[in-house]
């Protein structure tokens, strides 16, 4: 596709102003695309205007949870992307509200005006989950292909970049703890990814070099156990601290009480999630559905992990204080 294509081509991305959404929209202004950012709270995106030229990022009001919304973010669009997913729930954004129904008006919305579409879902998506996050994830996957049976999923592992929630976190939780809990004993297993390279996956896909109606698994180079990621922060953040075991009854036991703090720090939900292995199925390898396939070869968190959590190492960026 031509530059001028692209330069014709309007892209509505729900959940744009996210951290996976600041990526993908990079990726695609890059390529010359007009890009319509469709969030709950447009005023809360201006982050995103600097990521292309002038008038070629546009922010508009959009809820999921509302068609007529959704209906309108959606017009005169030639492809429709939607990343919008929450990592717990409250008051009306509820798992199954975002992620199944909401994931279904787009779908509808795409349908009606006769635009591609794309979709993020999440490795873990499955219907018979105990958790409520990767059933509602599975629901969505399930409605998008019913309504847009060429639509390109895309299901992550874990990501990780500079705004991520996981290794932010956990550094953030060695600054002021002694010691950080191994969840069901550390052994759930996880192939962390490079947001920015699951950013150039979609838009990739959006290039046209991902197949229709297909479901990507994306993962990083490296398959890494929840003990090995703590380890790795720790080195990182050059902190000396304990991991402790903490079974999966206990961990949610706590968790029932952290959830209820202003940005949960652990939900039970989320302990349901981590008894599942998080990782790029054989299937997905064997049917070329990952990175390798869109021609990505994924980054190594050793090259990105750093340059964002030195700033919780007891000596910031300018001296090595080996392990506080
Ligand atoms: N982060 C990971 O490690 C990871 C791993 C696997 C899969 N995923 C999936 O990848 C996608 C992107 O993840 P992310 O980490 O970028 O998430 P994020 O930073 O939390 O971004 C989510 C986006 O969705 C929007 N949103 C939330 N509720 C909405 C609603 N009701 N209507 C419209 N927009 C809504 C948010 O904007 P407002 O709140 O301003 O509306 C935000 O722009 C999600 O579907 C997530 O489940 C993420």
Known sequence: MTLQANNDTLITVFGG?????????????????RIRVAVRRPDLAGHLQPLGRVGQIHAVQANVRNTASVEAAVRDADIVI??????????????????????????????????????????????????????????????????????????????????DEFFNKFAALARILPALPLIGGGTTQFQPVFVGDVAEAIAR??????????????????VQTFKELMEY???VTERRRFLIPLPFPLAKFQATFLQYLPTPLLTPDQVELLKTDNVVSPAAEHEGRTLAALGIAPTAMEVIVPSYLWRFRKTGQFRTGRFA
């Open 17 to 33: 102003s996210g951290f996976l959404g600041r990526h993908l929209v990079r990726a695609l202004a890059k390529r010359h695309y």
């Open 205 to 222: 896909a959006v290039d046209g070099a991902a197949k229709a109606g297909s479901t990507y698994e994306v993962g990083g180079p490296e």
């Open 82 to 163: 939607n990343l919008v997913g929450i990592l717990y729930e409250r008051g009306r954004q509820r798992f199954d509200t975002v992620q199944a129904f909401g994931a279904e008006q787009v779908a509808l919305a795409a349908a009606n005006h006769g635009a591609r579409m794309i979709h993020i879902s999440a490795i873990g998506a499955d219907e018979k989950s105990s958790s409520g996050y990767a059933r509602a994830k599975a629901e969505g996957e399930k409605a998008v292909l019913a309504a847009r049976p060429e639509a390109t999923i895309f299901r992550p592992s874990i990501m990780f970049g500079p705004e």
């Open 233 to 235: 922060v720790l080195e």
